[in-house]
């Protein structure tokens, strides 16, 4: 409802586009730099409908050559805090913030002396306006020193001034007082009720953006940056979820899972010899390949350095985990172009299943990693072998 009302409040809209240039659209200094425009505005049109009532010609609040006089200043008072909203639009947010708040408040000490001084003035309610509105858009400690001197300022002259016997003028004592306490009452409700629900809206709107960057935060702590896919507390998370479902429906085969570990062979010789950067290029590859293998449940993360892991949504019969290595493999052993250079690299996959081999996260990889290690070193002593043989033929067709 508040907003409806303030939407016809203002003459102008805050050139959002504009502030998300300057700030970056969503972020909390651009939430802060709408409300600081949009106040100035509203008060703006404020100022020009009430003081358009207050000078119209005929109505009982002053008199004429008062009027007159009072018409200039109501002018500068528009002028200063339209200049306001443009200082946001351009940038400089501080000063935008320090002008709207001279502004208000001066013009308000001001009316409340020139009307009769502060202890006689129905102008003097008229005070908790700029106050309000200071706490609204200044820091802490700014809006006490600006609320205080708001406050005590007319209050001091007007003292001082009786103490010298000097009657201060009082503007309005032409008017009915009853129809200026009635109209004024309104103007400062309408007055609170504006910075209020701007607040209000900037707070929700401020809310909105910090949840917003913390999702995004949360998914970052849960992403490996290099390769973008999950980190070991991602991975650690997804298998617990993964034991939680598991255990729900008791020792059902369709309920287990398992862990593939991933091992890349030849990926030290490229790191070392092309350097880091084609390095992390081909981890990304590498990375990219072994996310397109994924099935609909399963998971990939980056253990570290040259290895993941893998977790596959339910336990696969024995022919489907080879037909998924097998097409790991196919995947890893791509050609990569390095630098002009073409490299294959190869896998060592190893596999652990929940709950026969292990039952908790730590233990699964654990189990995973090993059976990757003792098929990484059978398949050396096997190159080996290859090689030894290889060896022992050409020395005997040599000696032939």
Known sequence: MGGHILKYLQIFKADQANLAGLYGEGTAEFYRAVFLSNLGRSFATLLILAHGIILFPGTSFMDTQTKLWLAPFVAVLVSLLAISARLVESGKQDAARKLTNFTISASTMISVIICGGFISSHVTPFLLAPIIVCFCISPRNE????????????????????????????????????VNVIFLMVTLFVTIFISLSFLQKTNEDLHTALDKEKRVFENWALLDPLTEVGNRRYLDAEIEKAISQAKQYGEAVTDQFSILFIDLNGFKEINDHMGHEAGDMVLRTIAHRL????????????????????????????DADCFITSKLNHAIEQPITVNGEQYRLG???GKAVFPNDADTPAELIRAADMDMYAIKMANRLANRHEQIVSQQETALSQTK
Request: hydrophobic share 50%; aromatic share 6%.
């Open 143 to 178: 809006a006490i020193v600006v609320g205080v001197m708001t406050f005590f300022t007319p209050l001091i002259v007007d003292l001082a001034l009786r103490l010298t016997g000097v009657e201060l003028p009082n503007l309005t004592s032409t008017a009915n007082p009853a």
């Open 347 to 349: 896998a060592s996959i």
């Open 291 to 318: 996310k397109d293998v994924l099935g609909d449940g399963d998971h990939l993360a980056r253990f570290g350095g040259d290895e993941f892991v893998m977790l596959l949504a339910n336990a696969r019969a024995d």
